[in-house]
């Protein structure tokens, strides 16, 4: 790992103070990052690490302490990016009705010019060979028509690219939440060639591996200080686990197989994929009280069958008076949250029949629900009053998480539902799902990381739209999923 001792300081973020009305977003942190190394930032969701990018990167000022870019104390999101930094946020903010070219337009000003449109997608298609390589996006398109893992390669992809010179800074925020293993593992990769090359890289991840192997220097926060700041070769999963503040629980990943009796409470024929050879699909079926895993390379067809398990229960028009099935989105800020409600509504609404007399909401027992499930679920706010907005990325997934099992749902459908959620969070949804698997609740879920698909009973490995395997028990483990992942012949 690369020494950082007497290296230029990009970045220097000393002694910072935020505060929201009462609430100490920040409380006397200190980060400084320097030329030539990965520093990875953990800590559980609402620990700071989005209010600190959000000061480094210029968009919100400190209210104490010093920010100096390059030794210079100035501020300013302007300021930030003159000095090289650049920020790829958890919540995704390309224009979605624009092209790929002209999202990169935005972002590179000194694209201009009668030729700018030719230059703009040269530059993004270079970039994304570069960090992608064999990627499959056309750049012509607009972002609206792309896949959430595709816009996420996107725009890591514009951040990381330079017209005079490249950035000197990039901060990554949770960058491969929607993107597969083998995606991710080229963006690990590109990472440490572009820290060899005298770059700097922020990356922030609850995918603990990712900040063991890539980073140089590992930052701990909780509760808006840093609580660790020593070299990744220091730490192992378990001691950055506790520095977080979490207990290590071990348990295994696998669980007791779940018998099927009676009918499926689910199931879907087999369909053929975009592919050719796909003649030997399989259907999907789902008994009850199953942890069902929808795995394979993104983009394959897992998200779509999960939208087709659910219409064929509920219509896409009218609401039906008893709804059996509850649905986890993946991408929350387009189809999850309801920005402009509080984080109470937004977890309430789709209870609102348990909760209604005489057709009108019993606010007392809509203010126990959302207690109850603040409380169980660790939803980090002062106030469930509090807009949507104003929790962290992390914490908005876990209402949409609340709000799908606070319902009667005998099925939940979950669209890699653990984006950017903290480890300590996890572990305690794990238990939770076990728990209502064990009672009768049937769980289908798509998920990017490997252990979680671990936790299922069975695994349906999709390829080109189809389901092309199905793994039971010892089967499921990272070569079967990536064995079936790939054609026979093709290399992975």
Not at 120 to 135: C, K, N, Y
Not at 275 to 290: D, V
Not at 475 to 481: A, L
């Amino acid at each position: 790992m690369s020494e950082t001792l007497n290296r230029q300081e990009v970045v220097a973020a000393r002694g910072v103070r935020v505060t929201f009305g009462a609430v100490k977003a920040l409380d006397g942190a200190d980060l400084v990052i320097h030329a030539g190394e990965c520093v990875g930032l953990v800590g559980h969701n609402g620990a700071g690490k989005s209010t600190i990018v959000n000061v480094i990167n210029g968009g919100l000022s400190p209210h104490e302490g010093s920010l100096r870019y390059s030794g210079n104390d100035v501020r300013g999101i302007s300021a930030a990016r003159a000095n090289g930094v650049r920020c790829v946020f958890q919540e995704l903010s390309l224009c979605p009705n624009l092209t790929v070219g002209e999202n990169a337009r935005i972002m590179h000003a000194e694209l201009k010019g009668w030729n700018w449109r030719g230059r703009a997608l040269a530059l993004v298609e270079t970039q994304l060979q570069d960090i992608f390589p064999g990627h499959a996006i056309d750049c012509d398109s607009t972002v609206d028509d792309l896949s959430i893992a595709e816009r996420q390669m996107v725009e890591i992809a514009i951040s990381f690219a330079g017209i005079s010179a490249p950035p000197k800074l990039v901060i990554l925020d949770e960058p491969t939440s929607s993107l597969d293993a083998g995606l991710a593992a080229q963006l690990m990769a590109y990472i440490r060639k572009f820290v060899a090359a005298g770059g700097s890289v922020l990356l922030i991840s609850h995918i603990l591996g990712e900040i063991l192997t890539t980073s140089d220097r590992i930052v701990v926060m909780k509760d808006g200080r840093v609580v660790a700041d020593r070299a990744a070769s220091k730490f192992n999963n378990r001691s950055l686990v506790e520095a977080m503040g979490n207990v290590v629980r071990e348990q295994e990943l696998s669980r007791p197989a779940v018998a099927k009796s009676g009918a499926p409470v689910l199931s879907m024929p087999a369909r053929r994929g975009r592919g050719h050879g796909q003649g030997n699909a399989l259907p999907f079926e789902a008994y009850r009280g199953e942890m069902i895993g929808l795995a394979g390379l993104g983009g394959h067809g897992q998200t779509q069958a999960l939208l087709d398990l659910y219409l064929a229960r509920n219509s896409n028009w009218f609401p039906t008076k008893k709804r059996d099935i509850a649905f986890v989105a993946g991408d929350r800020s387009l189809n999850g949250t309801f920005p402009l409600w509080s984080i109470l509504k937004n977890l309430s609404i789709a209870s609102l029949d348990q909760l209604s007399s005489k057709r009108m909401i019993d606010g007392d027992r809509e203010t126990a629900l959302g207690e109850g499930w603040k409380k169980r679920i660790e939803i980090r706010t002062p106030d469930m009053g509090n807009r949507i907005l104003s929790l962290s990325g992390g914490n908005q997934q876990k209402v949409l998480f609340a709000r799908a099992l606070a319902t009667t749902a005998d099925i939940v459908l979950m669209d890699d539902p653990m984006r950017g959620v903290d480890i300590g969070t996890k572990q305690e949804v794990y238990e939770i799902l076990r728990s209502e698997a064990a009672n009768g609740r049937t769980f289908i879920w798509y998920s990017t990381e490997m252990d979680e698909i671990r936790l299922c009973d069975r695994v349906y490995v999709f390829r080109e739209g189809a389901i092309v395997a199905e793994l039971v028990g010892e089967e499921i483990s990272e070569k079967s999923v990536l064995s079936a992942s790939f054609a026979q012949g093709e290399a992975a």
